[in-house]
């Protein structure tokens, strides 16, 4: 993974910072919400899936939609999207969530752009 190989450094959480993080989940998810010009109201804070492995991700991605996340922020260069598709789908097939209550937002490259445009 290119973000792993680039900034090793990241990943290094003491376990302080691990438990500090953890205890603001609760805290986090019940956050404010920004109404989109459809009128929808979509989380303001979400699960950001950088610097996670597909291995990682997948159960952080399960972790996070059950304790309240809606909100899963994704993008093609963290070569981890397939693994966030199939926790969600799993949850889904589960009918622990509905896809209509979730929020999926990416990043796309120029060049990701250029080949959709092009298909």
Same mark, same amino acid.
């Given at each position: 993974?290119?973000?792993?190989?680039? #900034?090793?450094?990241?990943?290094?959480?003491?376990? #302080?910072?691990?438990k500090l993080m953890y205890?603001?989940?609760?805290?986090?998810?019940?956050?404010?919400?920004?109404?989109?010009?459809?009128?929808?109201?979509?989380?303001?804070?979400?699960?950001?899936?950088?610097?996670?492995?597909?291995?990682?991700?997948?159960?952080?991605?399960?972790?996070?939609?059950?304790?309240?996340?809606?909100?899963?922020?994704?993008?093609?260069?963290?070569?981890?999207?397939?693994?966030?598709?199939?926790?969600?789908?799993?949850?889904?097939?589960?009918?622990?969530?509905?896809?209509?209550?979730? #929020?999926?937002?990416?990043?796309?490259?120029?060049?990701?752009?250029?080949?959709?445009?092009?298909?």
């Amino acid at each position: 993974m290119l973000a792993r190989k680039l #900034f090793p450094n990241l990943l290094k959480l003491s376990k #302080f910072t691990q438990k500090l993080m953890y205890s603001q989940v609760k805290v986090t998810v019940g956050g404010p919400l920004i109404t989109l010009s459809n009128g929808t109201k979509m989380p303001q804070v979400g699960l950001g899936t950088w610097l996670s492995s597909p291995e990682e991700v997948k159960g952080a991605v399960k972790y996070a939609i059950n304790t309240g996340y809606r909100l899963i922020d994704t993008a093609a260069i963290y070569e981890n999207e397939d693994a966030i598709g199939e926790a969600i789908q799993e949850l889904i097939k589960e009918k622990k969530i509905k896809r209509e209550d979730l #929020f999926i937002t990416t990043k796309a490259s120029k060049t990701i752009q250029i080949e959709h445009l092009n298909c």
